[in-house]
């Protein structure tokens, strides 16, 4: 056993959601007068597996430091089934109890993923092999397989109410599932049309999924047919993992994500649809790719993006415009989905139709951008901007194709500013310092964080009793005269 200052240890992040703990007044005055007599159980890092309720006691009497024994594993689903595992003998609510199953399918989901290269190694009539993650999840937590699915079933229900900021229902439904039953409650989520179609997207008779579906399919299918792609896609492991960025090119954002891909502003500098129509058999089309939309949930960022965030951010759509005109409002919610359900990331968007991004209610690890790289868009972007409401929001002047004036920027956090790439239709370009210079002038008065991309090469080049320099002398080469 050993101590630990109060400082190095932070609560699980996923205690909070599943257990909701608090210290009681019993506990704090057993605290004050007897001190800490269970340890603590904390990984590694300080991340309390058990003793949340003890910590904040600790906290409330002024303990400067407290016992505890470090678990043996660092993986992180180790971590989280040991959190679970650590409150068995607690009283719970159907409530909590169906938090519990939902993390506990994340887990078997996640490790049936990571069984795949050892499949030989085990017994094949094993339920590790045949990935029945509901019947894993229900010996451990001494539940019926349909219970397991119900209950979490209810509580994803109830967050997705919740987040729509319907509290009335999401708590109606939660009353129903304390109070009665976790079969009551989820009787009542389907006859109330929230999960109607999700037995007929986990049956065995339901088709395979394509990879891709695009606009137009989508609009072909009947609404029933596409929220059943959609919830049979939120509740199922994806296939495939995020890409990872190789090079310094977009190095504020190590990751990238793409369950949408495609795109109709057809601005000619455009790498991605070079990308898609090379590499992509529905070319540029707006699409969704259905076994895409989970992964993050299933990935764990490196350990050194405590040190880098570029680790721990993913560009989000970097092949799409997720907030086009043309996207339907579901394939937008089922990637919020994802966001809200993986908050070991933070996640990057990016837009050019920003007025959409008013209308959506946005998670606390989401970083809401729009692009602005001539002076036409600048007005649309702060009218948005001043009624997004998002933890942070983020200006890409990527590329910066004119001057540009702003008349405030107090509603961004952070600038980010870069040239312009070759493409097949349009030639690299550097923006002439002074337009940067101005630029980061405005960023600074306002108090925003600034970042050059590395395709930014301008510079001034000045000397004494000389004009200026040869980066004055640059001209866009798709405008008409000189840039001064």
């Not at 059943?228 to 994500?257: V, Y």
């Amino acid at each position: 056993m050993y101590t630990r200052t109060i400082a190095d240890l932070h609560p699980h992040p996923r205690n909070a959601a599943i257990y909701g703990d608090s210290a009681d007044a019993d506990l704090i005055e057993s605290v004050r007068s007897k001190g800490i007599l269970n340890p603590l159980l904390i990984a590694h890092d300080g991340t309390i597996i058990s003793g949340h309720r003890r910590l904040i006691a600790a906290q409330r009497v002024g303990l400067a430091d407290v016992p505890v024994v470090i678990y043996g594993s660092d993986d992180d689903l180790d971590i989280l089934e040991a959190l679970i595992e650590s409150n068995r003998q607690r009283e719970k609510t159907n409530y909590q109890v169906g938090r519990e199953a939902a993390a506990s399918l994340e887990i078997e989901h996640e490790r049936a993923r990571r069984r795949q290269a050892v499949r030989s190694l085990l017994p094949q009539n094993s339920a590790e092999v045949n990935g029945d993650a509901r019947k894993i999840v229900a010996d451990k937590l001494g539940m019926s397989h349909p219970k397991v699915t119900q209950a979490a079933a209810v509580v994803e229900v109830i967050d997705k109410l919740t987040e729509a900021g319907d509290t009335r229902h999401a708590d109606q439904l939660r009353t129903v599932l304390n109070d009665k039953s976790v079969h009551a409650a989820y009787k009542k989520a389907k006859d109330d049309g929230h999960i109607a179609v999700a037995d007929a997207e986990t049956s065995k008779d339901a088709p395979a999924m394509q990879d891709a579906y695009t606009l137009f399919e989508w609009d072909a299918m009947t609404a029933a047919a596409q929220q059943a792609l959609i919830s049979g896609a939120l509740l199922h492991p994806p296939r495939g993992k995020m890409n990872f960025q190789k090079t310094d090119n977009i190095e504020w954002a190590f990751w990238s994500w793409n369950p949408i891909t495609g795109c109709y502003h057809d601005c000619i500098y455009c790498y991605a649809r070079d990308i898609a129509n090379r590499y992509y058999p529905q070319k540029f089309d707006a699409a969704i790719l259905p076994h895409r939309l989970t992964i993050p949930r299933y990935q764990q960022p490196p350990t050194h993006a405590k040190e880098q965030i570029g680790y721990k951010n993913i560009f989000t759509c970097s092949m799409a415009d997720l907030f086009g005109k043309w996207v339907p409002q579901p394939w937008i919610d089922a990637v919020l989905d994802t966001v809200r359900k993986s908050p070991q990331w933070n996640f990057l968007f990016l837009t050019k139709f920003p007025i959409r991004l008013s209308e959506q209610t946005w998670p606390d690890n989401a970083w809401v951008g729009c692009t602005v790289d001539r002076q036409a868009r600048v007005a649309s972007a702060e009218r948005a901007f001043r009624k997004v409401k998002a933890g942070l929001k983020w200006l890409s002047c990527e590329p910066l194709l004119e001057p540009l004036t702003f008349t405030s920027l107090e509603m961004f956090d952070w600038i980010v500013i870069g040239g312009q790439t070759k493409s097949t239709q349009a030639p690299a370009f550097d923006p002439p310092w002074e337009w940067i210079e101005s630029l980061v002038n405005q960023a600074r008065a306002a108090g925003c964080k600034v970042y050059f991309k590395t395709n930014l090469h301008a510079r001034p080049k000045e000397y004494p009793f000389s004009e200026r320099g040869t980066h004055d002398d640059s001209v866009h080469p798709l405008s008409p005269g000189r840039s001064r």
